[in-house]
């Protein structure tokens, strides 16, 4: 087997597990619960996800002028992707919207109803 054909191979692998990367950050997006774990979800999966299957692409396509295109797609997303999830986040905070930790929402000076601090359990 050439070394031609397993940068091929290699490459289709790395390709189709981008893809799952990819797949995986859509399913955390639809089951976490607010917006703070699904920009997380939908923007560490995507990078990462866009990061390992434009590597593979660059394995299949050697050293020609698509791969230095590839390669400013990359750089593209790593700039534009946190941005944006950051720009996002920070509306949602700024707006109002608390995160969920566990079952217990985080809202200054009133504790959820049913939590050791509303029930007078709580170490505070």
Avoid: C
């Avoid at 050293?63 to 797609?73: C, D, H, P, S, V």
């Avoid at 949602?92 to 029930?119: F, H, L, M, N, T």
């Amino acid at each position: 087997m050439s070394i031609e054909a397993v940068l091929h191979l290699v490459g289709w692998a790395l390709v189709l597990f981008g893809a799952l990367l990819a797949f995986l950050g859509a399913i955390g997006v639809m089951r976490f619960p607010d917006i703070y774990t699904r920009l997380h979800a939908a923007s560490i999966t995507d990078t990462g996800g866009a990061t390992v299957m434009l590597l593979g692409l660059a394995l299949i396509s050697g050293l020609t002028q698509e791969t230095g295109k590839l390669a400013i797609t990359w750089g593209l997303i790593m700039l534009t992707s946190p941005t944006a999830a950051h720009a996002l986040a920070n509306a949602a905070w700024s707006a109002g919207v608390q995160p969920v930790i566990g079952p217990y929402r985080i809202v200054k000076g009133k504790p959820d109803a049913g939590s050791p601090e509303a029930d007078g359990k709580g170490d505070a």
